[in-house]
């Protein structure tokens, strides 16, 4: 059963400290999100990738996060430095781009700033 | 003012209830709609989706989407304790649009 894997699953850090989470496309897949979720705002869109090349990342703060694709097989979501604010769980998605009928979620990764 | 718009609940019913969750949009060029299922502590799972207006049932789940009123619902028949769960619905373009989710809760 293909599925999108996410690690680390949880992750507490001080505030100011860098935060990677990293994030397995399900294999073939040519398109690949990155949504942050919480109680307050919901799935928030943060970056959106298509055969790697970024598509739109008006969803983040650019002053504090990046993402990137360094492959097909890889996409990494990056804080630095991390907020107490950044406090969430963060989805990596991936699907086709000719799939409009839904993509696949992976775990998450929950993601604690103190 | 958000793409789609979600009552958050919570939303607490007996088994065996007929469940109605419903979301309204903004935007009608995008004709692909979603509904998604979240358990506690894991990710979104595609439930249903449907494309333009109309029905689509799927056993206990039909989803239903008019497009006159830009309204999106999910009506779950004889509800179960396993759909305790939150519910987002979503529509898309070129990225997913999602509701904030209703939680629901389905009491034995």
């Known amino acids: 059963d293909a599925r999108v894997t996410q690690t680390p699953r949880h992750k507490v850090t001080e505030m100011g400290q860098e935060v990677t989470m990293r994030c397995q496309p399900i294999?073939?897949?040519?398109?690949v999100f990155w949504y942050r979720q919480t109680m307050m705002q919901g799935l928030e869109l943060l970056a959106y990738?298509?055969?790697?090349?970024?598509?739109?990342d008006s969803g983040m703060p650019k002053d504090r996060f990046s993402a990137e694709m360094p492959d097909a097989t890889l996409a990494t979501l990056k804080i630095q430095p991390s907020e107490p604010r950044d406090s969430a769980v963060y989805f990596c998605?991936?699907?086709?781009?000719?799939?409009?009928?839904?993509?696949?979620f992976g775990s998450g990764t929950r993601l604690t700033v103190v | 003012q958000k793409e789609v718009e979600q009552d958050p609940g919570p939303l607490s019913v007996p088994e065996g209830a007929i469940v109605s969750l419903n979301c309204t949009y903004s935007?009608?060029?995008?004709?692909?709609f979603m509904w998604y299922r979240q358990y506690s502590r894991k990710g979104p799972e595609l439930l249903m989706y449907?494309?333009?207006?109309g029905n689509k049932e799927d056993g206990r789940f039909t989803a239903q989407v008019d497009k006159s009123s830009k309204y999106i619902s999910l009506f779950i028949r004889d509800s179960q304790p396993s759909d305790s769960a939150t519910y987002l619905c979503?529509?898309?373009?070129?990225?997913?649009?999602f509701g904030t989710g209703t939680s629901l809760t389905v009491i034995p």
């Open positions: 998605a991936s699907g086709l781009v000719s799939g409009n009928y839904g993509y696949t």
């Open positions: 294999l073939g897949h040519n398109t």
């Open positions: 990738f298509r055969n790697r090349a970024p598509l739109d």
């Open positions: 935007n009608s060029a995008f004709q692909y």
């Open positions: 449907t494309y333009s207006s």
């Open positions: 979503a529509q898309t373009g070129n990225q997913f649009y």
